[in-house]
């Protein structure tokens, strides 16, 4: 297959990438009004900030092996089926009352409370944080489907469509978020965002490594 063949295939690649680095840096510049609105401190805001990196680490192996197995495409539509429900459980979050779950008792850093909207947040940026792990996936498609001519140019427009979503992202929380709806429309963005992603890849996306029957 020529790569002029293959070229077409790299645009659902390159916003699978895209869509997974705004996934992480469009929350950055509202996540601390929204965890002070809940009456949260900077504890609560360092665990929630980390909380989508720790199970985009976690997931990163799991995808890569299930691809391995059971084929690129599906483990992709997968993934972003889950970072779409991440976004939606954070967008259900603002919406929550601020109702006291439990209290946190530590020696050296006092009481933290945890509310109900501060619980769905984490679960729903753990979420989109394991499901995250498909930029492993992405990588390996593009490892399939690149020649040795092209394997370089290739990973480069990775690349670029990663450093796209770190600027989008904040970009676009910043115009969005500084609205009369605060952190709803950023978050309703990503959430649009994922689901055109979805599309994108159920129709765009060409397998390229079949599912590997177990014998």
């Not at 895209?18 to 009456?39: D, N, R």
């Not at 995250?132 to 498609?141: D, E, F, K, R, T």
Request: hydrophobic fraction near 55%; glycine fraction near 10%.
């Amino acid at each position: 297959m020529s790569s002029i063949e293959k070229q077409p295939q790299l645009f659902p690649i390159f916003l699978v990438n895209f869509i997974g680095t705004l996934g992480f840096s469009i929350v950055l510049p509202f996540l601390i009004f929204v965890v002070m609105k809940f009456g949260g401190n900077a504890i609560v805001y360092g665990l929630l900030a980390a909380t989508y990196p720790l199970f985009q680490l976690i997931g990163a192996p799991i995808l890569g092996r299930w691809s391995d197995t059971y084929g690129r495409k599906k483990v992709l539509l997968l993934s972003n089926a889950g970072t779409s429900i991440g976004w939606v459980l954070f967008l259900f979050a603002l919406f929550l009352p601020a109702e006291k779950v439990l209290n946190i008792d530590l020696p050296l850093l006092g009481t933290i409370v945890i509310i109900l909207p501060i619980l769905m947040l984490f679960l729903a940026r753990a979420i989109d944080g394991i499901t995250g792990g498909n930029l492993s996936v992405a990588n390996a498609y593009v490892s399939d489907i690149s020649s040795d001519e092209t394997r370089s140019k290739n990973f480069g427009k990775m690349a670029i469509s990663s450093n796209l979503g770190f600027i989008v992202g904040p970009a676009l929380a910043g115009i969005l978020g500084g609205t009369v709806y605060g952190p709803i429309l950023p978050v309703l963005a990503a959430l649009i965002l994922s689901l055109i992603t979805i599309i994108v890849l159920a129709f765009m996306l060409k397998e390229s490594r079949p599912c590997q029957p177990k014998y």
